[in-house]
């Protein structure tokens, strides 16, 4: 198969566990990128915090693409250009808001530059903006600031808390907002129908590509869907069960560049 669009995940798959991308795993990807192949970051984080490895892999040069917010948005890297957005409406920020008062939760939300925090601070409260490069800007009335669009709300707490919160909250916005979790302390809400899966399929419809000619890789919850939806899902050694479980084939993990080695193997039959 000749595959057309790779789509890799971020945290525990492209990047290791010193959130660094190996040259190994740049170079390989670069090379592809050479042969005509388009290459897109699919991952929770916002745009931003996915700029750093946008550029090591060079994907402004060969017109490459960051899906951010879990596929709530895509960039166009080689002219930063949005070419899908889906918002989450304001109107349920109050009842997610609500929800959560008086627990040991954070709900975030983005602007260009900044993550907005609102309701409590935790110990994975720091996590997100240590791990992307951005600012953390804690405020009082998050319903009152969030007067601007926005593609997602995360909430962050104690794994326990978060399972707790997945179920109540699916429950209560279903049919309305897609609720998820990234990590055990993660718990995503986006509008309905948004997920990586999504985005790889809107980003082969926007180049004329089969979907059978994508690949992606990936390690999370959140990348369930983006390894189903795939021609060829990739699966890292360290994924969690449910993406395992999806996968067409599993690699090494991210700390022995599992990403390098499944592209060896399907690209140029190493």
């Keep these: 198969m000749d595959y057309k669009i790779v789509a890799l995940d971020l945290d525990g798959t492209l990047v290791n566990s010193r959130h660094e991308i190996s040259d190994k795993n740049s170079d390989i990807l670069i090379k592809i990128q050479k042969m005509g192949c388009k290459v897109a970051i699919a991952t929770g984080r916002p745009f931003k915090g996915a700029t750093r490895q ?8 060969f017109g490459g693409y ?13 002219d930063n250009r949005i070419i899908y957005s889906r918002e989450l409406p304001h109107e349920y920020i109050p009842e997610i808001c609500e929800g959560i008062k008086g627990m040991d939760i954070t709900i975030n939300t983005y602007t260009a530059d900044e993550i907005i925090a609102s309701n409590s601070r935790n110990k994975y409260t720091e996590i997100e903006p240590s791990i992307v490069g951005m600012n953390l800007h804690f405020v009082d009335d998050f319903v009152k600031f969030v007067d601007f669009p926005i593609n997602k709300c995360l909430l962050t707490g104690e794994p326990e808390t978060i399972a707790k919160l997945e179920k109540i909250y ?6 309305r907002l897609d609720v998820f979790k990234s990590e055990a302390f993660f718990l ?7 997920n990586k899966g999504e985005a790889i399929t809107k980003l082969a419809e926007i180049n004329n590509v089969d979907i059978s000619e994508t690949m992606s890789f990936g390690d999370g919850f959140n990348d369930v869907e983006l390894i189903k939806t795939a021609g060829m899902g990739i699966a890292m050694a360290n994924a969690c069960p449910e993406v395992l479980n999806a996968a067409d084939y599993v690699t090494l993990s991210n700390d022995m560049d599992g990403v390098a080695a499944g592209i060896e193997k399907f690209f140029f039959g190493k």
């Design 188 to 194: 995503e809400l986006v509008p309905i129908g948004v």
């Design 170 to 175: 699916k429950e209560q916005f279903k049919g």
């Design 54 to 61: 946008a550029e090591k892999l060079k994907l402004s040069k």
């Design 66 to 78: 960051i899906m951010c917010y879990n596929g709530g948005l895509i960039m166009d890297c080689s």
